[in-house]
């Protein structure tokens, strides 16, 4: 069955630190990874989009890894600011339909306090 | 800022009404989605275009229906609201279904709760 999980399910960190999430995914065939930040009250918005072949992308102070042959990617928030508090969703589509179907994980609630 | 626009925001109605949700994109985008949304829960796809005259169902089932007569418009209709239809709704538009084309762009949103 494919499925997008994502860790942990809720952090709270002080602004100013690094934090870390996670995504692992049995998706496949696999065609890519995409993190997407999603403000409260409001709809995604696309951060990073990464393919087998590429191990990581940033933009800005994100920074994502994928591990392919493992099936995991991470974002990596450096410096975080009280604006990154939001949920931060690991999406992964396939080639497996004309639709090239999404698969969304629930996100990782972040909350940056000052 | 995406330019895919969702009305209204917020949506409070009594069981039985017929509503719909306004989406539209002037991004000339073609490919068109409904996807709907609980309080930490993953999107789930309820409806999708691929252009004008084409709607397909999605992953989830729906009571809600769709049309798309032009481009830039995908509004979603539900005939007799529930209140199991209480959710969040988000529209997006994406140029392509593959590689950086299919980077799906969203609205806002419509937040509905049927009494």
């Known amino acids: 069955k494919n499925q997008v999980e994502q860790s942990p399910q809720s952090l709270i960190i002080l602004e100013g630190k690094n934090c870390t999430l996670q995504c692992n995914y049995t998706v496949s065939p696999f065609s890519n990874l995409r993190w997407y930040k999603q403000d409260t009250g409001r709809g995604p918005v696309s951060l990073t989009i990464m393919t087998f072949s590429e191990n990581t992308k940033s933009n800005g102070r994100y920074t994502a890894t994928l591990d392919a042959d493992t099936k995991q990617s991470s974002l990596h928030i450096t410096a975080s600011q009280l604006s990154d508090s939001a949920s931060y969703i690991c999406v992964v589509s396939d080639r497996g339909s004309t639709l090239g179907r999404l698969y969304f994980g629930r996100g990782t609630q972040l909350t940056v306090w000052p | 800022e995406a330019d895919i626009y969702q009305t209204p925001r917020y949506l409070v109605i009594g069981t039985g009404k017929k509503i719909t949700l306004e989406c539209s994109q002037t991004?000339?985008?073609?490919?068109m989605y409904w996807y709907q949304q609980d309080p930490g829960m993953e999107l789930h796809l309820i409806h999708y275009?691929?252009?004008?005259?084409?709607?397909e169902k999605g992953d989830l089932s729906s009571e809600s229906t769709v049309s798309r007569i032009r481009t830039e418009h995908f509004p979603l209709t539900l005939e007799s609201a529930r209140p199991s239809h209480t959710s969040q709704y988000l529209c997006a538009s994406s140029a392509g279904t593959s590689g950086e084309r299919d980077t799906q762009y969203f609205g806002p949103g419509t937040r509905l709760t049927v009494l």
């Open positions: 275009s691929y252009g004008v005259n084409s709607t």
């Open positions: 991004m000339g985008h073609d490919k």
